[in-house]
């Protein structure tokens, strides 16, 4: 896994970690990636990674449940509440996983210019032990090959959306 630079990190607190990314989709159809289970278990995780349990309650108070399968069989697990939801633009939501310690509120905002859709997502963690934990366990990585498996599934469906749902390409 690597970043291959599509994505970039910076840490401009020593509790946040933020992520940016263009991809070249509208946002609505970058906002359904994220919020479809369809779609949710076409790319998220990185590769060679499946997605074996992919709940969603979208809803304020409502909340997600993931669960990845890596190609060792090794599995992790995370859940989160959704705090706020205004599609496409931006949501919020409190995030933690199974094996590791704490909660994480994470921001993520969705700006379109020119059909091209630049997310942004700010994780704020309890301490700065909580988010150098999460740096050093090679989050960066993941997250950019994941992203990267998204950035592929928008070019492949965007040319067959209907309306505002990505149909199966």
Request: hydrophobic residues 35%; contains cysteine; glycine residues 10%.
């Amino acid at each position: 896994m690597k970043n291959t630079g599509t994505l970039k990190v910076t840490t401009p607190t020593d509790r946040e970690i933020v992520m940016t990314r263009v991809f070249d989709a509208p946002r609505h159809l970058v906002f359904e990636a994220f919020t479809k289970p369809e779609l949710l278990k076409r790319w998220f995780g990185p590769r060679g990674w499946s997605l074996v349990v992919c709940e969603v309650d979208l809803r304020v108070g409502g909340g997600f449940r993931f669960v990845l399968r890596g190609p060792d069989g090794r599995e992790m697990g995370m859940r989160g509440v959704y705090r706020e939801l205004a599609p496409p633009d931006r949501s919020v939501h409190v995030e933690s996983f199974d094996d590791f310690p704490g909660e994480s509120l994470v921001t993520t905002e969705l700006v379109e210019q020119e059909g091209k859709t630049t997310l942004t997502a700010t994780v704020l963690a309890a301490s700065q032990e909580a988010r150098d934990a999460v740096i050093s366990s090679g989050m960066e990585h993941g997250a950019a090959e994941s992203y990267d498996r998204l950035a592929e599934l928008l070019t492949a469906t965007e040319t067959h959306a209907v309306g505002t749902s990505v149909q199966e390409g």
